[in-house]
């Protein structure tokens, strides 16, 4: 077969598959909670050059924490504590102790549900790091010096500690102006040196999202701030290939390296597209690592790079800390050869186009009821599995079509579909990814009524 000429879904059709092959399908990823070969004792650390924190390769993000099954489709998420308990033991028994946390997080409760987990571990057993989450949304209220200090105390009561380990200002970016108005004009940033010097801040950084302005700007700080790390996106993708409004991760990276300041990473799978690649793509990646997933594969090489201090995951199911935990358990750096391999895949899945959302709702709730995230997810996986049909006369057209429409709708209720967005822009100021949100269901909007309409001329 010549996969140079065969067409995507033709390929798919062949080999008898969906065009995805998720960690799960192809390596057997366990979805029950046995799994015995996960190592103990092998964890991969770094050192903060700083304080001389031995810190975990593999760092928890806990932006999407384990929910319990809601009753009603309206209902708010509830965190289920007994399970983030539980993954956050078996995490620190296998090694991890860096945890990464937001007073934005899981609705506001991310906090608390993180402090509860950590309470009964020794103190000297865990990192602990949250951000300054002062947004300017709606009103200016969350940027005020009040404000904030009483967010930046109130992490302290809930995650039930008496010093932050690692403390963020939370994703700048947007503009200078909007930098200096949440962190500079309201003194919080003097006001957080004072509080390292005093030890109730063990590390100062900041993660970024946006302008590289910005980014320049904070670093020409670095004399009278010493950031002790930066939190950036640094994935196999956005190496070379950011797109939009994201700024490539060879920049970000390679200026922080001037100023002998590590990295945070996060998005290491860039929202989750990095943990499912068509076949055809990872068939060579296969070939050299047989034994490794499509996420093993990004994890290794974000934390490759030897000024990376963690590399952060959402790990909300056991599965997925299990197998994170076997990729750093140690880590085995990605070599050029397989660098190159990587690039080639990059080529491959540059051609759809995705929407860059990796579903952190800092845009919802939506005052028109859309699930934002929710819509962008499916239409991601209908590219994903090969269910995005242009054009009437492909043989296939007629299934995908059904495939895409149906889809949507049992992923997503009527009433918080595309259709339903005014283009506010109450989602626009919110999002880190920068994503233009109601051009974005605009276009989803008009592609599924075009679907809707040609059901007459099949």
Known sequence: MNRKHINRRDFLKTIGVGSVITTAAIYGCNTKESNGDVPIGKMTYRTNRNSGDKVSILGYGCMRLPTKPKIHEDDDDVIDQDMVNKLTDYAITHGVNYFD??????????????????????RNKFLVATKLSNFIDDDEAPATREASMEMYHDSFKKLQVDHLDYYLLHAIGRSIEDYQKRFINNGMLDFLIEERKGGRIRNLGFSFHGNPQVFDYALSMHNKVHWDFVQIQLNYFDWEHASKDDVNANYLYGQLKKYNIQSVIMEPLRGGRLAKIEFHLFEKLKQMRPDDSAAAWAFRYAGSYPDVLTVLSGMTYMENLQENIKTYSPLHPVT???????????????????????????????????????????????????????????????????????????????????????????????????????????????????????????
């Open 101 to 122: 946390t937001s007073p934005r997080y899981c609705q506001g409760k991310s906090e608390e549900a993180v402090g509860i987990a950590l309470k009964k571990h020794p």
């Open 336 to 458: 050029d050869k397989e660098k190159s391999a990587l690039n080639d895949i990059v080529d491959g899945i540059s051609k759809f186009p995705y929407i860059s959302c990796t579903g952190c709702k800092y845009c919802m709730p939506c005052p028109y009821g859309l699930d934002i995230p929710g819509i962008f997810a499916q239409y991601n996986k209908c590219l994903d599995e090969g269910n995005y049909p242009t054009n009437i006369q492909d043989k296939e057209y007629r299934k995908a079509r059904r495939a895409f429409l149906l889809g949507l709708d049992r992923a997503v209720p009527r009433q918080r579909q595309p259709q339903n967005c005014v283009n506010c822009g109450a989602c626009l100021p919110k999002c880190p990814q920068h994503i233009e949100i109601p051009t974005e269901m605009e276009k989803i909007d008009q592609f599924t009524n075009k679907l809707k309409l040609q059901s007459t001329e099949l």
